[in-house]
């Protein structure tokens, strides 16, 4: 958070101010390497020495010159290199030895000269200078960490610097190995522009050629090298980068997903394609074809000339090609789960012949939609209404349109949709792919809302469309109704949400291919639709994916595929992987995670499946660090002592966000029972838990569910059941809190309502305020406890127990039991918070962070799924409302001045809670939404 990015600016000052660089700290003899030169923990997991016995092609230019069969023998090299690799070291380059070896000396003299000398030329921003010393010229805008590294940069072309610009340890050396690379690049772009299968000169008419910049970095040995990096990755801002470097190594390119080494090969020099280049082809198309690694080079000109012949796949196979062209072929091995399908699954098929019969009919047809829409989410309907003759009038009009004169078709070629109602083309995203082109035409026309006229639509296929549409309007009313009864809901309630408003009809030719294996008709995907109606000939080729297999949707004469689109399964689930049925079916049995548990199952259900890999980072925090524990024992004691523990809260509110606190004051046997009076709550009979079960705290002072966001964005179900209970400003009558936890309820937040004004009291005073002024904005107001239910996970490594979050509150008071599991992310590495017996932990919450105006700080903390447990915490927020209170909050004017100008807008506590809550704890905070 802010102030963390700020502890971390001020460190990062400290460092250039040395204007040493990196060399200075080895000097200095240090063993361990600054913070700030930390990678992000794990992100060099994949840091060895490249196991691939891949290399980056070495290519002879000793014969460029001889004869033209060598020169395009050369071009040939150069071509694959720069389309495969993006990468080439060349020998026979023609810089003499000695150059070399004299640029790389020079190097080495400038940057192990005298510190004084060379802070003479520090600077990062001189636009003046033709030369420039730092170390790391990103140092203030790297968002990751910095690198082990100095450099200097010299700007030899088009103004080439005078002797006097340069220092003398490296002048005759720049000037001597410049004037080569200016040659080798000429001869490289002519190479190029050749590869491309243009005039040898364009590369260089474009001004390729012209301005040349050199970065001469110095590495300097590293004490901890599994802890930095010496340049992170990146792709260079550059036509072409000519590189040289010495015999060291440390190089790698991102090849294929792999890290290769580029091994030090003396005398040659490292050739690689940058941005620029790459960008020079694509300037319709901006930067979309701009990788991270720059390694692709040309697809953008194949598929644009591809594109130019309007004649789609069509037009390849008229032609009688053979081959597959490159563009279509799919990322080698993508392909090896293309068989049959050997599985004897096959998707449901559902007879919609009785669906008006009666009731009973009607139900259990809905049950069989219900079914296929949770586990499928693909099926076939047959007896849907739509005449076979119909059917077969859409399929020959959609293949008359598409064998159709080229000329015809030509005049609907476009990618518009915004602006026409039908457009021809082959592959929307032609130009947007990262993966490969698909063997496959298509026209596209919007049938609604707005209807097409005859005229807009080709004869080939005018009437068909017509027809056909109207039949698919109805048929989408009637599994609209269908699927809204399957959801439990009214029957127009997915109509009532305009599911059924707007039509898109798309119509696809899959030419036959001469190399199936290498491409593909239609990438994998799912629809951008509520629903989609899927008429399929005879031919095959549709696949699904279904318990992480592809399963054949075989072609059923007369029948109709249905598949769930995105949206529907995003309706109330936002932004959700896990269908929401799955969520729904968990949220009805009421009996929450411990109901799961109790039933013994063995494998943790998939809606609870963090994304793959994001739980990489999940171990016990290696680092010695640990939040800080402050002792309230003198808080009362006299003003010296007071202000001893004001100072400690103060640093631990900026730096932390999180302490724990011991002799605050809450008796050991008020903790202990109310831990145990959360524990027997949940562990009550599951029929008396569910008359409490409910998310509606609105209404309600004590509520019952599991995870509070079940049907929110939040990518995964947390392991943990909980119950809430608003505690203030209205508390609870007796009879609305259940007997196993009441009296503990009402005994502890007694305690943690004066902790709390406490706290606030030296949380006022940290910020140099009156001690009463938090309360005086009814920070203390509202107290919202929740009281959370951690079952033993038989997977712990698939899920969490809390995902990553900062509270919804002011100030957070939090009991754990000592199971453990909890942890909070400091200097981007998660921290363990260790169970302290006796202790509370309290953390800053969102509201206070944006009061304050970031001087204290909300920070995101997440609870580990355990094979022990169950694990009981107990938090109390103050003041969490999602009742009316018109209060508005933003940055107190005490604490803001024109040179600490307002970070956030204001905003009440039940916008902000609303919006949080409908979030979920997807891992994003909701206070960025309101930063200025
Ligand atoms: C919370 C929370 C942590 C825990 O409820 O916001 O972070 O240990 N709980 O349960
Ligand atoms: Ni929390």
């Known amino acids: 958070m802010a102030s963390i990015e700020f502890d971390s600016y001020l460190e990062r000052k400290a460092f250039d101010e040395t204007k040493e660089g990196v060399k200075g700290l080895v000097d200095a003899k240090i063993t361990e390497i600054p913070r700030i030169f930390h990678v992000p923990r794990d992100s060099l ?41 993006g990468f080439f070291q060349v020998i026979n380059h023609g810089i003499p030895l000695k150059v070399l070896e004299e640029i790389q000396d020079g190097v080495r003299t400038f940057h192990e000269e005298d510190p004084e000398v060379k802070k003479q030329y520090f600077t990062r921003d001189d636009d003046n200078k033709k030369f420039i010393y730092n170390s790391n010229f990103d140092l203030y805008s790297s968002s990751t960490s910095l690198n082990w590294r100095d450099s200097f940069v010299c700007y030899i072309a088009p103004d080439p610097p005078t002797p006097e610009e340069l220092p003398v340890t490296c002048r005759d050396a720049l000037f001597e190995y410049s004037k080569h ?14 590869a491309l299968g243009l005039e040898s000169e364009t590369l260089k008419s474009k001004e390729c050629l012209k301005t040349l910049l050199m970065v001469c970095h110095y590495y300097p040995p590293c004490p901890k090298p599994d802890l930095t990096l010496g340049i992170s990755k990146h792709s260079d801002n550059s036509f072409l980068t000519v590189l040289l470097q010495d015999n060291i190594g440390g190089l790698q390119i991102l090849h294929q997903d792999s890290w290769v080494d580029v091994a030090p090969l003396p005398g040659s020099l490292v050739i690689n394609i940058g941005d620029f280049l790459q960008q020079t082809f694509c300037e319709e198309k901006e930067t979309t074809m701009v990788t991270e690694t720059s390694i692709e080079f040309d697809p953008y000109m194949d598929r644009k000339a591809f594109d130019e012949t309007k004649e789609g796949v ?45 009731t009973a009919s009607r139900e259990a047809i809905v049950e069989k939609v219900k079914y296929a829409a949770e586990k499928w989410g693909f099926f076939q309907v047959i007896n849907h209404g739509v005449p076979l003759k119909v059917l ?53 026309c919007y049938i609604a809302p707005d209807h ?53 009809m798309i119509c696809h030719y899959y030419p036959p291919c001469p190399q199936p294996d290498l491409t593909l008709g239609i990438s994998k995907h799912s629809d951008d639709s509520f629903l989609t109606i899927l008429l399929q000939d005879n031919i095959g080729g549709l696949q699904i994916l279904h318990q992480d297999s592809w399963v054949d949707v075989s072609p059923f004469p007369g029948a109709l595929i249905i598949n769930i689109g995105d949206f529907l399964q995003k309706m109330g689930t936002k932004t959700s992987v896990d269908p929401f049925m799955e969520r729904k079916a968990f949220d009805e049995t009421k009996e929450g995670v411990k109901g799961l548990v109790d039933a013994k199952i063995t494998e943790v259900p ?40 004001v100072e400690k809260v103060k640093h631990a509110a900026e730096k932390w966000g999180f302490f724990q606190v011991i002799n605050h004051g809450v008796p050991l046997n008020v903790l202990k029972e109310i831990e145990d009076g959360g524990r ?61 936890c009441r009296d503990a309820m009402f005994e502890y937040s007694k305690h943690v309502m004066s902790l709390g004004s406490l706290l606030f009291e030296l949380l006022s005073e940290a910020l140099g305020l009156e001690p009463d002024i938090l309360k005086s904005k009814e920070c203390l107001k509202s107290l919202l406890m929740l009281c959370h239910y951690y079952p033993p996970c038989p997977q712990p490594d698939l899920t969490l127990g809390t995902s990553k979050h900062s509270d ?98 204001d905003i009440t506590i039940k916008e902000y809670t609303d919006g949080y809550t409908e979030k979920g704890l997807d891992g994003t905070s909701y206070l960025m939404n309101l930063r200025i």
């Open 452 to 504: 097409p006229t005859p005229e807009e639509l080709p004869v080939t296929c005018r009437d068909a469309m017509f027809e056909y549409s109207k039949h698919v309007m109805s048929l989408g009313g009637l599994l609209f109704e269908l699927l809204s009864e399957a959801l439990g809901l009214k029957s127009e309630t997915l109509k009532s949400k305009e599911c059924l408003k707007t039509l898109l």
């Open 606 to 645: 998939r809606i609870f499946h963090v994304p793959r890999d994001s739980l990489a980072d999940k171990k016990p925090s290696v680092s010695d660090l640990e939040i800080p524990i402050i002792d309230f024992a003198s808080v009362h004691v006299d003003t010296a002592s007071r202000e001893a523990v």
């Open 314 to 358: 069509k037009g390849l196979v008229d032609a009688k090609i053979t081959q597959v062209p490159r563009i279509f072929h799919v990322p080698q091995d993508s392909l090896t789960g293309k068989k049959p399908s050997v599985s004897d699954l096959k998707i449901p098929t559902i007879d919609f012949a009785s669906v008006d019969l009666d």
């Open 392 to 444: 077969e009038e859409i399929k020959d009009g959609v293949r008359r349109f598409h064998e159709e004169d080229p000329e015809v078709k030509k005049q609907y070629f476009s990618r518009d949709l915004a602006n026409k109602n039908f457009v021809y083309y082959s592959n929307f995203d032609l130009y947007s792919s990262s993966t490969s082109v698909n063997w496959r035409d298509t026209f596209t």
């Open 808 to 905: 919804n509150s002011f100030l957070t008071i939090l009991l754990q039991d000592n199971i453990g599991g909890l942890q909070i992310l400091h200097q981007d590495s998660w921290v363990d918070v260790a169970p302290l017996p006796g202790a509370l932990i309290i953390n800053i919450g969102d509201f206070l962070q944006l009061i304050t105006n970031d001087k204290f700080i909300s920070v995101d903390h997440r609870v580990l799924a355990n094979r022990q447990g169950p694990r009981i915490s107990v938090a109390s927020f103050f003041s969490s409302s999602k009742r009316a209170n018109s209060t508005v909050y933003g940055p107190m004017k005490e604490l803001v001045s024109e040179e600490n100008p307002p970070k956030y807008r």
């Open 45 to 85: 997991a994949d840091k060895k020495p490249s196991v691939s016995d891949l290399e980056i092609p070495t290519i002879d230019f000793a014969s460029v010159q001889v004869d033209t069969a060598s020169r395009e023998a050369v071009v040939e090299k150069v071509k694959h290199a720069a389309e495969k690799w």
């Open 680 to 740: 027997r709550f949940h562990e009550e009979d599951p029929d008396v838990k569910k008359r409490y079960f409910s998310r509606d705290l609105a209404i309600k002072n004590f509520v019952y569910n599991s995870n509070f966001d079940l049907y929110g964005s939040s990518p995964s179900v947390n392991w943990r059941d909980t119950f809430a209970c608003y505690i203030a400003p209205d508390p609870p009558t007796p009879d609305e809190l259940p007997v196993t």
């Open 181 to 194: 690379v200016m040659s080798l690049g000429g001869l490289l772009f002519e190479l190029l522009s050749e």
